[in-house]
Nanobody, 126 residues
């Protein structure tokens, strides 16, 4: 089992940037990794995913062109660089392993994901 710990959340003004990190420990890090978010009163939604090598990514439409997912397999860490933030981006952000996803042309499903972190809060003020 992989243990995941997110960090980097905080309060930022609209138009600003944040970089989230997800540090993995435990079992092998050779999975695709993804980010989700959940706003108050809403379902958890997919944000981005990156394959094991870091060369292939897929984004949800609301964040495409503003967010960038990347990974450093030496540090066992996945990142989410978030630029041009909007109040609608306010949510708790979670990272997760995706051992059952290999598509990258359509959004992953919740069933594609395995281990989850505890989340980090991102708040964007207007």
């Amino acid at each position: 089992q992989v243990q995941l710990v997110e960090s980097g959340g905080g309060l930022v003004q609209a138009g600003g940037s944040l970089r989230l990190s997800c540090a993995a420990s435990g079992r092998t890090f050779s999975y695709a990794m993804g980010w989700f978010r959940q706003a108050p009163g809403k379902e958890r939604e997919f944000v981005a995913i990156v394959n094991w090598s870091g060369r292939t990514t897929y984004y949800s439409d609301p964040v495409k062109g503003r967010f960038t997912i990347s990974r450093d397999n030496v540090k066992n860490t996945v990142y989410l660089q978030m630029n041009s933030l909007k109040p609608d981006d306010t949510a708790v952000y979670y990272c997760a392993t995706a051992p059952r996803y290999s598509d990258y042309v359509s959004p992953p499903q919740m069933a594609d994901f395995g281990s989850w972190g505890q989340g980090t809060q991102v708040t964007v003020s207007s």
